[in-house]
Every structure is written in structure tokens, then in C-alpha cells.
């Protein structure tokens, strides 16, 4: 489910809330508004908030299923002739890099904060020296 479906349902949701509101509010006098709810009013009143709240969370649940499942791809060294999809991952100039967005090729990693977010910076490289010598 995307976030576009996930925005409609709320819409659906707050339009519902809003007649039955509206319902309520000119279906019952001043009077009667000012009683206490019946037991089975509240009864009633919970259970729909309860199945509305279980439907948004079996939402979430599957959303946060399948994110986890995908785990981090790991697509190795930043190739200039590949694009990229959300979520990607790789490394450039010693950092890892991780694709926000779909990035068109060419787009180096840095180069647009709306593409490309650091994941891990890298240090200095590594000087080695032979064995016996001195670095400065």
C-alpha cells in the first residue's frame, strides 16, 4: 500500500467521521445530546473506533513487514551508467551512500541531497608502508 492509498483512506475516514457527526448533531435535540450515552450507545461507539483502528494498524503491520523483509541493498561500488532505486545502497570516495528516490544515471552520490543521503562516512585512506620504514 502506498502512501497516496494510505492518505485516501484517512480522507474516507475524517468524510465518514464528519457525517456521522453531522447525523448526530441534527437527528438529536439539545436534550437529548445532554443525556448520558446508553450502555449499548457506548458499547457500540467503541467497537466501531476499535475495527477502524485494527483496519489503519493491519495497514502499518503489513507496510513495516515488507520493509523490514527487504532489508539494505548493498549494489557495491557507485557505477556512473547505472541508475538506482529507493532504498539502494552504495559506497563512493570511501562513504556509503543510500538512494532516497529513484536516481537517473550519472547522478553521483553527493551531488543532489535529494537523491543521495550519507549513510557512513569514510576516514582517510590508509597509508601502508613496507616493513623497517617511518611514516610522517
Known sequence: ???KDTDEQLAI???RAK???T???SN???EQLQRPLSRRMAHMLIATATAATAAKLGTLADRLAKLEGGGIRYLGNYQRASGYSKGDTVTHSGSLWVALKAVAEGATPGSD???WQLAAKGGKPVKRTTVGSTST
Open 1 to 3: 500500500m502506498t502512501d
Open 13 to 15: 475516514i475524517a468524510v
Open 19 to 21: 457525517e456521522i457527526k
Open 23 to 25: 447525523g448526530l448533531d
Open 28 to 30: 438529536f435535540t439539545e
Open 113 to 115: 541531497p535529494a537523491c
